[in-house]
Nanobody, 123 residues
Framework: QVQLVESGGGLVQAGGSLRLSCVASGVTFSIYAMGWFRQVPGKEREFVASVTRSGTVTYYADFVKGRFTISRANAKNTVYLQMNSLTSEDTAVYYC????????????????WGQGTQVTVSS
């Protein structure tokens, strides 16, 4: 079975940085496109970033461009989200996602999800 486990969330002051990690098991990792989504209670889950199977092409939501970087280490079955210049608007539960596709986009509903990790940015 596919399992995704996120880590790295926590409390950070505005302007600070965090790096989220997601470790996948039960999959041939290099076959899966990976992505990050986030959700605030009462709101729809929204796309943040994704990376293709090969790790050579990335996609970002407009609100994180220039601040967040997604990357993957296929040998470690891990995808990362480096978050810089954080603001209170980034406070949310961040979810790792995977799908047996070349890419994940803003309109993709991935097949597999992690349990989420809380990111709270204080001002």
């Amino acid at each position: 079975q596919v399992q995704l486990v996120e880590s790295g969330g926590g409390l950070v002051q505005a302007g600070g940085s965090l790096r989220l990690s997601c470790v996948a098991s039960g999959v041939t990792f290099s076959i899966y496109a990976m992505g990050w989504f986030r959700q605030v209670p009462g709101k729809e889950r929204e796309f943040v970033a994704s990376v293709t199977r090969s790790g050579t092409v990335t996609y970002y939501a407009d609100f994180v461009k220039g601040r967040f970087t997604i990357s993957r280490a296929n040998a470690k079955n891990t995808v990362y989200l480096q978050m810089n210049s954080l603001t209170s608007e980034d406070t949310a539960v961040y979810y790792c996602a995977a799908d047996n596709l070349n890419t994940i986009t803003v309109v993709t509903r991935p097949t597999y999800w992690g349990q989420g990790t809380q990111v709270t940015v204080s001002s």
